[in-house]
Structures are given as structure tokens and as C-alpha cells.
């Protein structure tokens, strides 16, 4: 098995419809090890943009040219958006990377159906084109164009750059529960580099990539496809990207799914702390699983001794690296501890996480190392995608840091220990990076309404670990038309997952316009 693809593959992969560990934190980006903090961020809207005003009209009117892609059914095309919304018209514009799959037939066609994977960073060509496009149910893309973007600063829609291969193979092995001053020192260091790489790499995009900005290129993608109103399905932070939308743009709101939601209300530090517990809820679901297995390699037990296993395991790479085959990067705690919740966001992945730990634990990091990888999209070659650049761009403009300094954090670590006594301290530091970060955050949190949009599904997991279920509940009840639907399971977001209750339902709005009853569970 290739394991460096196997959480790229899933319905719910890590970067194609999760929340990344790290950065997908808000007011944390996660650090060096970047598998460690609250999810995608929450910024305000201050105002509504007027997107029929002269300066935006020629945006609005342009003409996509698609051609091929490349990938057999898909068709690629480049839209143009103002860099700045502030000063449209003024000649500082940034291309924006947008692909398609006509709709297949039978039946009638209902427009476009907008799709976004989360991350943020994620791709949206990516996982259209390796999931969505294809993925989905029949019946949905029988009827709808499957479309989806790259959003800016991502991949290719004027990617977000910071680090070189070498040096992020450097940054992601950097020890991320300091035990004394100097490794305090290195991590803060750490994060230092990583935010100038940025601003060196990325100047002129850098104070544009928020997710309100993505909202009104989503909004402009709407016009230019030639829909009314926007039809959406957002997964992780594509649900805050969707909620953003609807709060913009109320009135042009068609048939929006949020799955795996956020919650908008929630400052930086709740966020992270909040899914440090989300992780611990989902390490307790594989420890339970894991003491049934013969092959489990934590042995027996409830999930307090599992987790007191997993934690010493790590104490021992901490103080003494496993090799993995590659020069230069040894299994150390930080990207063990990166495998290892990699490897929570999708319950399929569980053997392979037995696998690989039992494999450590016998002096061969590889699986986990593997795992990782797959997490940081790191090629074989040693280069990575910008998913982890995008990722603390976004989140750092999105909100204020959780932490402005290593003292913030110490106070705050008998809450995140509490939170999650295998994950807690990792996860609180990882949420250090954005106190750093070059360029001001431009939102707050605060709920967002969306006042006079039609209804809304916002799609929950009791079990899931980047996303915790309340979340869900909380964006339902700010909605004032959100329809909560429940999955009671495990593993991140439930639609195309393998429950044919959520999906049925979920394809009835789609196809019908008819949401579930409120409060449906599955």
C-alpha cells in the first residue's frame, strides 16, 4: 500500500476535506510540527460588499475560456478578482485557478454545485478532480456542473510560498513540547522563520488571503458562471468559507451544505482548545477500538492507559528518534505525534495506524513518517505543496493570535492537558505561530446569521475530531435558517462517507430544494 496516499484518497482526506491540524487552527497555525491546532479561523465582515458597483462590473462580466485540464472529463479556466476589494478597478488584479465537470445526465440541469475541501489550503482542483468530480453521488452530478476553485493564495491561484523543501523538512521536526529554555528558544525561532519565509516569499499576496476575501471571489464566481444563486457544499473551514458567503451575500444564497462545521463565535483560544478535546474524543474512540485488536500495540485496557502508553511512546522518540530509511529525518515526537493524528481524522485509517505504531515501537518510524507526509502533502522528492503556507496565511488574517507570547501559552497549558492529557500540550504550543505573523489580522469572532437566507443544512459529527459536534450546533442555531443534520459517528465530516441517511438527505436538498427535518440524526 502506498501509504503516503492513502489519507489523500478518502472521502474525507486530510487536505481535501479536513481541517489541517496546524494551521487549520485559528489564531494558530499549528507549528513546526503543525498537527496541532484548532481548525480554520473566523473573520467578520464589516460590510457588505457592493458587488454590482462599476469598479467590480467588469469582473462580474468577463468570460471564462475553459480548456482541457488535463484529466479526462474536466475542463480548467482562469478567473480574474481585484488583489484588493478596497481599490477594485485600480489595475492590481490575481488570477484565481477554476475547473469544472459538466454535468453527466440524465435529468434536468440545476447549474453549477460550488464545491470547497477545506483546509483552508486545500485545493479545490485537486479534490475535485480526485474526489468530488467523481466521488460524489450520481444523481448530483447527473444534474449539477461540478465546480471548485483554488482559492487565493492557494496552490494555483497565486500560491502563498515560505519555506524551501529542506527547510520545511527542518520546521516540521522542530520539538513542539519544549522542556527547558533553549527548546523554548528554538521553537519561537522556528516560528519566526516560518512567518518572514512568508512575508520574503509573498508580499503582495499576504494581507489579501482572508477568508472574507475568498467569499467575494466565491460570489464572482457565481456571476461569472452565469448562476442566480449559489449552490455550495463545503466541507471543514469550507463550512466558515460558506457561512462567510451567506452572511455577505444572504440573497444570492441557493442550496448551501455545511459538513463538519465551525464555529464562527469562537475566539482563536477556544477554537484550539476546543479541538484539542475533539482530538482526545477521537483518540478515545481508536483506543477503545485499538485494545479489541489482536495486532493493537498499546495493549490492553481502558483508553486512559492506551493513551498513557501513546504518551510514554512518545517521551521515548522525544529523547531518542527512530530511524525511518531517510537521511536527515528520524521519527522524533513531533512528526510521530503528526502521524499519529493524521491518522484520527478518518477511522479507515485505524489499522494502518496500528501498523505503523507497532513498527515504531520496534525501531522503524517509516509508517508513521509516512502518515505525516501524507498530512504535509511532501512529495517524494522532497518538495511540498503550499497547503501548510496557505493554511497560516489564512488563519493568521483571520483572527488575533490565540497566544502573544511562550508566557500566554504556559498559563493556558493545564487547560489544554485537561482538554487532552496525550495531545494537550503539543496542541497548545502549536497555537503559538500567528503571535508572529507580519501582517495584521483583519477579523474577529462573531456569529454570523446570515439574516434572510433560505434554508441552510449545516451537517455535524458527534465523534469528530478537527470539527468537535458543538460546533455544529452552535453555527446551526446562529443561522437563522440553519437546519441541523447529525451523523452519530466517527472519523471528520459525514457526506459521502458511507451513512445512506446523511446522504439521502443531503441529496434531497440538493436535487429537491427540500432540507432535512430539523435535528435529523443519523
Known amino acids: 500500500m502506498d501509504t503516503s496516499r492513502v489519507l489523500r484518497t478518502t472521502g474525507t482526506v486530510i487536505a481535501a476535506a479536513g481541517l489541517l491540524l496546524s494551521g ?11 498537527a496541532a491546532s484548532a481548525t480554520g479561523t473566523s473573520a467578520t465582515p464589516t460590510a457588505r460588499p457592493a458587488p454590482d458597483a462599476a469598479t467590480l462590473r467588469p469582473y462580474y462580466e468577463q468570460k471564462l475560456t475553459w480548456r482541457d485540464c488535463g484529466v479526462v472529463g474536466f475542463q480548467c479556466s482562469t478567473m480574474k478578482a481585484p488583489l484588493d476589494y478596497a481599490a477594485a478597478g485600480s489595475g492590481q488584479d490575481v488570477d484565481i485557478a477554476v475547473a469544472r465537470r459538466p454535468a453527466t445526465g440524465p435529468g434536468k440541469r440545476l447549474g453549477s454545485l460550488v464545491v470547497n475541501p477545506g483546509g483552508p489550503g486545500g485545493s479545490g482542483l485537486g479534490y475535485l478532480q480526485a474526489y468530488a468530480g467523481i466521488g460524489y453521488p450520481a ?6 456542473d461540478m465546480v471548485s476553485f483554488d482559492p487565493r493564495g492557494v496552490d494555483r491561484s497565486s500560491p502563498v510560498e515560505c519555506l524551501t523543501g529542506p527547510a520545511m523538512d527542518t520546521y516540521t521536526q522542530v520539538d513542539q513540547t519544549p522542556d527547558d529554555a533553549a527548546e523554548r528558544a528554538r521553537l519561537v525561532a522556528a516560528f519566526k522563520e516560518f512567518a518572514a519565509g512568508c512575508q520574503k516569499r509573498s508580499q503582495r499576496i499576504l494581507p489579501f488571503v482572508s477568508t472574507v476575501d475568498a467569499a467575494r471571489d466565491m460570489d464572482l464566481l457565481r456571476g461569472v458562471l452565469g448562476d442566480r444563486k449559489l449552490t455550495y457544499v463545503g466541507a471543514s473551514y469550507g463550512t466558515f468559507l460558506g457561512a462567510t458567503y ?15 462545521a465551525m464555529d464562527p463565535s469562537r475566539p482563536a483560544l477556544d477554537l484550539n482548545r ?9 483518540f478515545t474512540a481508536f483506543a477503545v477500538d485499538c485494545a479489541k485488536q489482536p495486532d493493537c500495540p498499546l495493549g490492553r485496557g481502558g483508553p486512559a492507559a ?30 510521530a505525534t503528526t502521524g499519529v493524528i493524521a491518522a484520527l481524522y478518518d477511522e479507515s485509517a485505524w489499522p494502518q495506524l496500528r501498523d505503523a505504531l507497532a513498527s515504531a515501537m520496534d525501531g522503524d518510524g517509516a509508517g508513521l ?14 518538495t511540498y505543496a503550499n497547503l501548510m503556507f496557505a493554511n497560516a496565511a489564512v488563519n493568521c488574517l483571520d483572527q488575533p493570535p490565540a497566544f502573544n507570547g511562550p508566557e500566554a501559552v504556559d498559563a493556558a497549558l493545564p487547560s489544554f492537558e485537561k482538554a487532552s492529557p496525550v495531545f494537550g500540550a503539543g496542541l497548545a504550543w502549536a497555537s503559538l505561530n500567528c503571535a508572529y505573523w507580519p501582517v495584521k489580522a483583519k477579523g474577529t469572532a462573531k456569529p454570523l446569521t446570515a439574516e434572510g437566507a433560505p434554508p441552510i443544512v449545516v451537517v455535524g459529527t458527534t465523534r469528530d475530531p478537527a470539527t468537535p459536534y458543538k460546533w455544529a450546533q452552535a453555527l446551526a442555531a446562529q443561522l437563522t435558517s440553519g437546519t441541523l443534520l447529525t451523523y452519530d459517528g466517527d472519523g471528520h465530516t459525514a457526506y459521502g462517507r458511507g451513512s445512506s441517511c446523511i446522504d439521502s438527505a443531503i441529496n434531497e436538498y440538493l436535487l429537491q430544494g427540500t432540507p432535512p427535518t430539523p435535528n435529523t440524526k443519523c
Open 24 to 34: 487549520c487552527s485559528s489564531g494558530g497555525t499549528g507549528g513546526p510540527r503543525a
Open 139 to 144: 444523481p448530483v452530478r447527473a444534474q449539477y
Open 246 to 260: 451567506a452572511d455577505l451575500f444572504p440573497d444570492r444564497v441557493g442550496r448551501l451544505v455545511l459538513d463538519g
Open 274 to 282: 476546543d479541538q484539542t478535546a475533539g482530538f482526545e474524543t477521537a
Open 306 to 335: 492506551v493513551g498513557a502508553r501513546l504518551k510514554e511512546f512518545f517521551r521515548k522518540v522525544d529523547a531518542q528518534p527512530v530511524p525511518t530509511g531517510e537521511a536527515g529525518r528520524p521519527l522524533g515526537e513531533s512528526l
Open 369 to 382: 513518517l509516512s502518515l505525516a507526509d501524507s498530512y504535509y502533502e511532501r512529495e517524494p522528492d522532497g
